[in-house]
């Protein structure tokens, strides 16, 4: 049974950061492409970055670009999520996805696995 555990999320001032972290079990994570997606009470699931099997391909949402950073460490099963320069409207629940049937993607139809959603708040 695959299973995805989100942790890191947390409460932070505009400007600050967090790290977010997606610990996977249950799978072969060196062929499992990794994924974080955020839903905000006013928006659907929206795409914040994604990273390939072996971490050579990364994509960031525009809205993030330059602030996110994506990564892996396929020894530990467990992708991460570098947020810095947090602003107000980063505010969401962030998720983790994975998928075996694609290398990296920004569609959400894509992965078949997710994390229980963690919090992310950024006060002004």
């Known amino acids: 049974q695959v299973q995805l555990v989100e942790s890191g999320g947390g409460l932070v001032q505009s400007g600050g950061s967090l790290r977010l972290s997606c610990t996977a079990s249950?799978?072969?994570?060196?062929?499992?492409?990794m994924a974080w997606f955020r839903r905000t009470p006013v928006k659907e699931r929206d795409f914040v970055a994604t990273?390939?099997?072996?971490?050579?391909?990364?994509r960031y949402a525009d809205s993030v670009t330059g602030r996110f950073t994506i990564s892996r460490d396929n020894s530990k099963n467990t992708a991460y999520l570098q947020m810095n320069n947090l602003k107000p409207e980063d505010t969401a629940v962030y998720y983790c996805?994975?998928?075996?049937?694609?290398?990296?993607?920004?569609?959400?139809?894509?992965?078949?696995?997710w994390g229980q959603g963690t919090q992310v708040t950024v006060s002004s």
């Open positions: 249950g799978v072969s994570f060196s062929t499992y492409a």
């Open positions: 996805a994975g998928s075996s049937r694609t290398v990296a993607a920004d569609l959400e139809g894509l992965y078949d696995d």
């Open positions: 990273i390939s099997w072996t971490g050579g391909m990364k």
